[in-house]
């Protein structure tokens, strides 16, 4: 892995924020694989149905929750599009 690559990044600086939890970890991570397939643009133009696939997860509820919290804490910049027809913009941290 590149010491540049968002996903190390996230793992050095939450290794010890005890406000991450195993659900953040699989957003991020099935963010960075999104934005991977993608050529990885900053920001990522996504729909929430499109990660939560990749991250095993049904509930748009704990999907909005996760995100909100990601950008909270400072891992990401999570901007949703509010509409159904318009991906969300997520930036990642550098």
Same mark, same amino acid.
């Given at each position: /892995? ?43 133009? %996504? ?7 990749? %991250?095993?997860?049904? %509930? ?6 996760? /995100? ?27």
């Amino acid at each position: /892995m590149e010491a540049d690559n968002p996903l190390s990044v996230f793992f050095q600086r939450s290794c010890n924020d005890q406000r991450v939890g195993v659900t953040h970890i699989g957003v991020f991570a099935a963010l960075v694989q999104f934005a991977a397939a993608s050529g990885f643009p900053n920001p990522v133009q %996504a729909f929430s149905y499109d990660i939560m696939k990749i %991250a095993k997860i049904s %509930a748009l509820r704990t999907y909005c929750r996760c /995100m909100r919290e990601l950008s909270d804490y400072g891992y990401l910049r999570y901007v949703p599009s509010k509409k159904k027809n318009k991906p969300s913009s997520i930036y990642f941290s550098g």
